[in-house]
């Protein structure tokens, strides 16, 4: 595994954009069998995984249908992981978390609703950083058995290497501008802000389903966004719409 750690840096260090970084970190995620990994970074007094204006944005390729349901139920908003890693400084187990007295049962179902939707075990490392802020980078696997140190020893070392990574593009590209979305655009992905299905957003706006899927997948084409909760997530933090 040290030998595929260092092809892991030496194809970080030759990319240049965030999602190839977060694609090769991916990919050396499955050597130990963690399809999903989840980066957020967060301000000192936020208390939910909602990307920074002009901080790295998240990045996540968890199963849509787990992102929808976070977004719809207001899990990120309750998010346990967030309350454990303002106290660290490496990376934990999520069961570790589920079984702190201090978490609350709304905070355990997170992780049993988490685990229907095949994210049934995980880590989480802290990333701390200057001025207060920091960010958390998670894996995620499908079995229930726990990680090894050894496996969390790279994967932490991995998540380092990818923020500090990110952070360096973030510093050389400045704040970056919004794209230009439609005015169309911006009703579909605003509406889907709020919770609203393609249906509903037919009705309210007078289109058909087909059209508002169309806006809506050229927003999160233009966002660079897996799915159009994170493309909504990321408009709301671009300042491109106003809840």
Wanted: proline share 5%; aromatic share 12%; net charge neutral.
């Amino acid at each position: 595994m040290g030998a595929e750690f260092d092809r892991f840096l030496e194809q970080v260090d030759s990319v240049a954009q965030s999602e190839q970084v977060f694609n090769l970190l991916a990919a050396f995620a499955l050597h130990f069998e963690c399809p999903w990994i989840a980066y957020g970074p967060l301000t000192p007094d936020q208390n939910f995984l909602k990307p920074v204006r002009r901080d790295p944005g998240a990045m996540l390729n968890y199963p849509d249908e787990w992102q929808e349901r976070c977004f719809e139920m207001g899990y990120d908003r309750m998010d346990p992981l967030i309350k454990k890693s303002r106290k660290r400084a490496g990376a934990f187990r999520w069961s570790e978390v589920y079984k702190d007295a201090s978490t609350t049962e709304d905070e355990r179902r997170v992780f049993d609703e988490a685990a229907t939707f095949g994210l049934r075990s995980g880590i989480s490392v802290p990333l701390h950083g200057p001025g207060g802020r920091f960010a958390i980078m998670s894996f995620a696997q499908a079995s229930d058995r726990e990680f090894q140190n050894r496996t969390i020893t790279y994967l932490q070392f991995a998540a380092l290497h990818f923020h500090l990574r990110v952070a360096k593009f973030a510093s050389s590209n400045g704040s970056g501008e919004a794209p230009d979305l439609s005015p169309r655009e911006k009703e579909c992905i605003l509406w889907t802000a709020r919770g609203k299905s393609s249906w509903e957003m037919g009705k309210i706006l007078g289109i058909s389903d087909n059209t508002v899927n169309f806006h809506i997948k050229n927003v999160m084409r233009k966002l660079n966004a897996a799915s159009r909760t994170v493309a909504a997530i990321k408009a709301v933090n671009l300042g491109i719409i106003e809840l």
